[in-house]
């Protein structure tokens, strides 16, 4: 998944996009509501994690813009306010989570997971087709009961492509939901890993060309 980082605490911000890359999710880093707002114009995330007392521009009205541009990203509050009120604020305004500091990164990465799988249109946890089963919490692959070790970057893809459901990906949706904003848009980068992905799955090929137009398990 794509995520946004809003932290001005760079150093935590730093721990956050670490231990969610390691996650094998897309992680863009912003210190200030202003630089949030930026990037949510022009990229599409499916989870903002979004710290509440931001310079520039409050997290609370970065929130609002969010909710009012429609978007499909769905926001998990994390702020040092952990009064019952502040909570019930955050989540009035368009919030779908709240995780207070001090917290361990674990459950952060679980609240993100859990996010990402009420994205619209909602997914389920473990996710199956054409003898695959992927399971992002475990992050775990199975072809037709076999395991099936995959880098960070093939799991990424390969759940893009799962999610799907048999839809054709283009290489530009995958480039930016499974690599970051600092991505070479003409880099061979997608089409190699397509080409991993399909030796790693063995016989039968499951993972299909659309000449011109992208990717597809069917």
């Known amino acids: 998944m794509r995520v ?13 996009a670490e231990w969610l890359r390691e ?32 310079p520039r521009v409050h997290g ?3 929130c609002r813009e ?22 019930v604020t955050g989540l009035s305004i368009g919030a779908d989570d709240y995780l207070s500091k001090p917290f361990a990164f674990p459950e952060l ?19 199956r087709r054409a003898g695959i089963t992927l399971d992002p919490a ?14 960070k970057k093939e799991f990424a893809v390969l759940a893009e492509l ?7 990906v283009s290489a530009e949706q995958l480039l930016e939901k499974a690599w970051d904003e600092h991505a070479d848009p003409f880099t061979g980068a ?12 063995a016989d039968p090929p499951v993972v299909e060309t659309v000449p011109g137009v992208g990717y597809r398990i069917a």
Not at 5 to 14: G, H, S
Request: charged letters at 30%; zero cysteines.
């Open 60 to 62: 609370d009205d970065v």
């Open 162 to 168: 799962m999610r799907a459901n048999g839809n054709v």
């Open 190 to 201: 997608v089409r190699l890993t397509i080409l991993k992905l399909r030796r790693k799955l």
């Open 23 to 54: 996650e094998t999710h897309a992680v863009d880093l912003a210190h200030d509501g202003e630089a949030a707002l930026e990037r949510i114009a022009v990229n599409d995330y499916d989870v903002v994690v979004l710290d509440r007392d931001l």
């Open 109 to 127: 990465a679980a609240r993100v997971l859990a996010l990402g799988r009420r994205s619209r249109p909602a997914v389920p946890p473990v996710l």
């Open 66 to 87: 969010l909710v009012a541009s429609e978007s499909d990203a769905r926001v998990l509050m994390l702020t040092a306010a952990a009064q019952i009120d502040d909570r």
């Open 138 to 151: 475990r992050r775990e692959v199975f072809r037709n009961g076999r395991f099936v070790p995959l880098s």
């Open 4 to 16: 946004l980082v809003v932290e001005d605490e760079r150093m935590l911000a730093d721990a956050i």
